[in-house]
């Protein structure tokens, strides 16, 4: 099973980013999503940024994935 994580840009260089989520840093790829900047929350799976969010959308579904972990 996969799953796609809204997680934060926090560096962009070329098309590579870098994310942040809980304490987490990943580097991902940016190609299939044009004018992402620092500071905007994307989908990311399998590596790479699949969509753009805004912000409260974001932090709802963070929010909804934190309650998920306490049930388990």
Same mark, same amino acid.
């Given at each position: 099973?996969?799953? #796609? ?16 989520? !809980? ?5 991902? !790829?940016?190609?299939? +999503?044009? $004018?992402?900047?620092? !500071? ?5 799976? #399998? !590596?790479?940024?699949?969509?753009? +969010? $805004?912000?409260? @959308?974001?932090? @709802?579904? +963070?929010? +909804?994935?934190? @309650?998920? @972990?306490?049930?388990?």
């Amino acid at each position: 099973m996969c799953l #796609a994580v809204p997680m934060k840009i926090i560096q962009i260089e070329d098309n590579r980013g870098i994310v942040h989520i !809980g304490g987490v840093k990943r580097e991902i !790829g940016l190609q299939l +999503l044009k $004018d992402v900047r620092v !500071g905007d929350y994307v989908i990311v799976h #399998a !590596g790479f940024a699949i969509q753009r +969010l $805004d912000e409260a @959308e974001a932090l @709802e579904t +963070l929010s +909804l994935f934190a @309650e998920m @972990e306490k049930l388990a």
